[in-house]
T-cell receptor
Framework: AQTVTQSQPEMSVQEAETVTLSCTYD???????LFWYKQPPSRQMILVIR??????QNATENRFSVNFQKAAKSFSLKISDSQLGDTAMYFC?????????????FGTGTSLTVIP | DAGVIQSPRHEVTEMGQEVTLRCKPI?????LFWYRQTMMRGLELLIY????????DSGMPEDRFSAKMPNASFSTLKIQPSEPRDSAVYFC?????????????FGPGTRLTVL
């Protein structure tokens, strides 16, 4: 079975600074996808960034980037130039493609607070 | 598209009552997922459907929980009887299998409080 671990329940960062959220996972699969989701106080889940396991290059989306270490099974999220709107819960997710559908596995989340 | 629609957004009920949560997936999506989110356990997959057929309900916590998808545009998650430990945010998500890059789109969630 796949597991996703986020060891930081809460984090804070000063506005305009950089913060890194940690995520590790355990799997015996070779083909899979990793995601970071953001959940602001409105509670809607928003996809932040996606990484295909077969790609060595780390994904980036504007101020968001990942450090994907496949051998170490680590998938951390770096937020640069933090903004107040980044305050939210962040979930790391692992997806295994299957013929019958895609199975998602989520971590327990990290609550990020951006301090003005 | 309006995205995944869930109703109600908030539900407060008393222990023992029946609760029904509703979801309208994005048109054209053939997968629908129900999740439960709590602080202790994070986001848990309860059940998912493919073309209105339940594929995996191993995440449903117990027989008090049931889910149906009578057609491609509507699904319900029912709890009967409800208990205080069912209090959580319930998310519905849908996706369309397009190659291997499909992603689930989440609804806004229903916050359930069972007193």
């Amino acid at each position: 079975a796949q597991t996703v671990t986020q060891s930081q329940p809460e984090m804070s960062v000063q506005e305009a600074e950089t913060v890194t959220l940690s995520c590790t996972y355990d799997t015996s699969e070779n083909n899979y996808y990793l995601f970071w989701y953001k959940q602001p106080p409105s509670r809607q889940m928003i996809l932040v960034i996606r990484q295909e396991a077969y790609k060595q290059q780390n994904a980036t989306e504007n101020r968001f980037s990942v450090n994907f270490q496949k051998a170490a099974k680590s998938f951390s999220l770096k937020i640069s130039d933090s903004q107040l709107g980044d305050t939210a819960m962040y979930f790391c997710a692992f997806m295994k493609p299957e013929n019958t559908g895609n199975q998602f596995y989520f971590g327990t989340g990290t609550s990020l607070t951006v301090i003005p | 598209d309006a995205g995944v629609i869930q109703s109600p957004r908030h539900e407060v009920t008393e222990m023992g009552q029946e609760v029904t949560l509703r979801c309208k997936p994005i048109s054209g999506h053939d997968y629908l997922f129900w999740y439960r989110q709590t602080m202790m356990r994070g986001l848990e997959l309860l059940i998912y459907f493919n073309n209105n057929v339940p594929i995996d309900d191993s995440g449903m916590p117990e027989d008090r929980f049931s889910a149906k998808m009578p057609n491609a545009s509507f699904s319900t998650l029912k709890i009967q009887p409800s208990e205080p430990r069912d209090s959580a945010v319930y998310f519905c998500a849908s996706s369309f299998r397009r190659g291997r890059l499909d992603t689930q789109y989440f609804g806004p969630g229903t916050r359930l409080t069972v007193l």
